[in-house]
């Protein structure tokens, strides 16, 4: 079955065409200036700069972490370009109608059109286009919500006091080597506003499109959820097939105040490169969430895409009885390598963290699951409980497990469970014998696997999801 | 309907079966008898195609077509079925999904519409009645946390869904009380309407005084040395498979 599963890793991807748009890309390279050229065009307040230098030089004095299961050539951060973005966007278009045409149609080609009246009813889209927000639609029907979702470079403009309010208190400007790349070079993403009381009436979704060729993305998401709120937010990607790695490095904030509740759901699909591991996304993503009393964050991400994944979205769980989960499923083949997983920081009484993790290896992938569980001092009654699921397809794969768990208060609790199973031949001989073939059984089989994480998506895009699974393991049986 | 011509196969360097010999009749139910590693299982699997059991020489034809030549999938929608003894588990995937998809992929090759879930379920609910399994099976996971029987009364259940031409049952009486034998067998001999054949393999006469058998065969070594009516099976009840080793050495001095 091996050597069916090997010749059989050849898939296409679906996303992996080029738009021909003139962009105006800066050229390769980093240094204050570039920052300050970057923050002139987005005409940012002088305090955005300051805080960009920051985080630079901050970022200038940091290693490069390199305690993941991840092997991947070091990335020259001066090969880079820093700032792309489509020669149409510059006298901001008002409308859809004065948006570049074959922007329009690279996202109908990507299955998301951007007219309102062609969308799924109930979501709505920002879409950024390497550096820039295109578009965001259904703004009018938000705001009569009193909701705020727009690209943070225009809300840098429009509500300067509640950007500099929150951004970077989560994942603050120094965290981490990429989080402070980010902080120095952010370009676009969205920011939400949720205010007290509100329940966002639509689905909230982003979809980031990396297009220019050497040039990095690194997004800037602020999820802001007033007391009692509630809102759900869904992200996708992709990107264009490349010989070349590029580079995604992005940073997700979500702070969830009093009884709020932010569900963050996100289909990663980045372009894993070749089945020899030529090209490909490296997605160093930091994402975190903050949760006062009685809040409530649920991370649920599907993980197809990408060719060095390392992202662990986290919940610091400060209010008493404060609500964290973390639903994942992450499937690599081909070369792929995924470091992934989740920080769940119990800090107040009776905080409670759900973790579901689901890692399916196939081809020559390696599949690493990383989690921490920490219960403070003052965790007094807290409750974590950790699944870890890793399922392997053929014999050349590799699943791992890294569980760490701290507790500094005797009367909290932490259960971890952890499995290991392959996609049988026993299994598969049973779906063939009843009539299916062998890429349908071994799909369904994975479904089955995911079911507890996909339940937990959004319902159009638990379809999504799972047609997307379908779709990478296209080939992953002879 | 099916012609099993001088069938040698083996599974890795084991010679299984030499030379085995069967002509089977739309209609009629074979009981293949016989001892431990006499190859009854082997045969199921080189019928249905599974992996690593390499046919060496010989034919296999299912209505006129050359069955060794079909890929597993194509010989199940082709419409032979095989009744596991050992049922593996499908955690996550409901019974209702899997036959589902199973029905409706047998149906799309032989050109038919796929089902709508309420035709489905109402076939779906006859069949589990008929086998006697509660209707929450169809929810469950395919075998997951089944019972020995529950799982070989779900096989069946599979079967009366399936509607194959042949159905070959691996030993579906083995681990059974006599309570859920008969169940297994009534199953069975709902789905006997003049047409479709049987292939029963099974080690012990106990399933064929339940479901009669046209014929009876004795598989020794990878071969089939007698067969006869269903008297044949009392016979092996009465003498075990003990004269079949006497047999073969009288065979040897001649």
């Known amino acids: 079955m091996s050597e069916q599963i090997d010749q059989a890793l050849a898939r296409k991807y679906d996303a992996g065409f080029v738009s021909e748009i003139e962009s105006e890309t800066f050229p390769i390279g980093l240094d204050e200036d570039v920052i300050a050229r970057l923050s002139a065009i987005k005409g940012e307040p002088e305090w955005m700069l300051e805080w960009r230098l920051k985080a630079y030089r901050t970022w200038l004095k940091m290693e490069e972490p390199d305690w993941a299961h991840v092997d991947y050539p070091k990335v020259d951060y001066q090969s880079i370009s820093y700032y792309s973005a489509p020669k149409s966007m510059k006298d901001k278009p008002k409308s859809l109608d004065e948006v570049d045409p074959e922007l329009l149609r690279t996202y109908e080609k990507l299955g998301i059109p951007l007219h309102e009246q062609e969308m799924l009813a109930g979501v709505a889209v920002d879409a950024v286009f390497d550096s820039v927000s295109v578009v965001t639609t259904f703004r009018e029907k938000l705001e009569e919500a009193g909701v705020i979702f727009c690209p943070i470079s225009e809300a840098l403009h429009k509500y300067p006091d509640l950007v500099k309010k929150y951004l970077g208190t989560v994942v603050p400007r120094g965290d981490n080597f990429f989080a402070a790349l980010n902080s120095a070079v952010f370009t676009d993403g969205s920011f939400v506003y949720i205010p007290k009381g509100v329940r966002c009436p639509m689905e909230l979704s982003t979809y980031f499109r990396i297009n220019e060729q050497n040039t990095g993305q690194f997004e800037r998401t602020l999820i802001v959820a007033e007391e009692g709120s509630h809102v759900s937010y869904l992200e996708g990607c992709t990107a264009p097939q490349r010989d070349e790695n590029q580079l995604h490095a992005a940073v997700v904030e979500l702070v969830a105040l009093d009884d709020a509740e932010i569900k963050y759901s996100t289909v990663q699909n980045w372009y894993p490169g070749d089945e020899n591991g030529k090209g490909g996304i490296y997605n160093f993503v930091t994402k975190r969430g903050l949760c006062e009393k009685n809040a409530k964050i649920s991370w649920t991400q599907v993980e197809t895409g990408s060719a060095v994944t390392w992202k662990y979205p986290s919940c610091i769980l400060k209010g008493d009885n404060s609500v964290g989960e973390f639903y994942s499923v992450a499937l690599t083949r081909g070369r792929q390598q995924a470091d992934t997983g989740t920080k769940m920081i119990h800090l107040g009484k009776n905080t409670k963290s759900t973790i579901i993790s689901k890692g399916i290896s196939a081809g020559r992938s390696n599949n690493a699951y990383r989690g921490l569980v920490r219960m403070g001092p003052g965790a007094e009654g807290a409750r974590n409980f950790t699944e870890c699921d890793s399922l392997l397809i053929g014999d050349q794969c590799g699943a791992h497990t890294f569980p760490y768990i701290e507790s500094s208060n005797p009367t909290a609790i932490v259960e971890h469970e952890a499995t290991t199973s392959k996609v049988s031949d026993d299994q598969l001989f049973l779906c063939r014998q009843r009539g299916l073939d062998p890429e349908k059984a071994v799909s369904m089989i994975v479904n089955g696997f995911c079911k507890e994480v996909f339940r937990e998506l959004p319902m159009e895009f638990a379809v999504e999801a799972g047609k997307l699974l379908e779709i990478s393991l296209e080939g992953s049986v002879g | ?254």
């Not at chain 2, 309420?118 to 086998?131: D, N, S």
């Not at chain 2, 079949?244 to 009288?250: F, G, S």
């Open chain 2, 1 to 254: 309907m099916l012609s099993i011509k001088d069938l040698h196969a083996r599974v890795e360097e084991t010679t299984i079966l030499k030379g085995l010999n069967l002509e089977i009749k739309p209609g009629e139910v074979h009981a293949i008898m016989g001892p431990n590693g006499a190859g009854k299982s082997t045969l199921g699997y080189v019928l249905s195609g599974r992996d690593g059991y390499e046919v060496e020489s010989g034919s296999v034809e299912m209505d006129g077509k050359d069955l060794l030549d079909m890929e597993v999938e194509e010989r199940a929608q082709a419409g032979l079925f095989l009744a596991f003894q050992y049922p593996v588990e499908i955690p996550g995937v409901s019974n209702m999904e899997f036959m589902k998809e199973s029905v409706n992929a047998l149906r799309e090759a032989r050109g038919e519409k796929a089902l709508s879930s309420a035709e489905f379920l109402k076939k779906a609910k006859e069949a589990c009645k008929q086998v006697e399994l509660p209707l929450d099976f169809l929810k469950r996971g395919v075998n997951e946390g089944f019972s020995g029987g529950e799982k070989k009364r779900n096989e069946i259940m599979q079967l009366i869904m399936l509607e194959p031409k042949i159905a070959i049952l691996d030993e579906s009486d083995s681990g059974l009380d006599v309570d859920a034998l008969q169940v297994v067998a009534k199953g069975v001999n709902s789905q006997r309407d003049g047409k479709r054949s049987f292939i029963v393999v099974t080690h012990y006469q106990r399933l064929l005084d339940y479901i009669q058998p046209d014929y009876v065969h004795i598989l020794s070594k990878g071969k089939i040395v007698k067969s006869g009516g269903p008297e044949l099976a009392k016979e092996v009840e009465a003498s075990g498979y003990a004269w079949l080793a006497e047999a073969e050495a009288e065979g040897a001095d001649a």
